[in-house]
């Protein structure tokens, strides 16, 4: 496996300023130097809310469908 990106979210990546530099120092050592200068580190813009925002656009699609007679 070759990623060209490598994203991280959740409620802990709240902390990424602190925990980004670590991560990228822990891939470089135990990846192979051509892989890990290749791969861009990201924390996920939503972080811990990914699945509330998800959760959310379901039940509003849900509901348009319903408002147009379309049953899900």
Known sequence: VNPEVVVLGGGI??????????IEKAMKSHLIPIIADNITLKVAHYQNDAG??????????????KMQGEYI
């Open 13 to 22: 990546m709240a902390q990424g300023e602190y925990l980004h530099p670590r």
């Open 52 to 65: 509330m925002i998800g959760a959310y656009y379901h039940f509003c699609e849900r509901q348009k469908s």
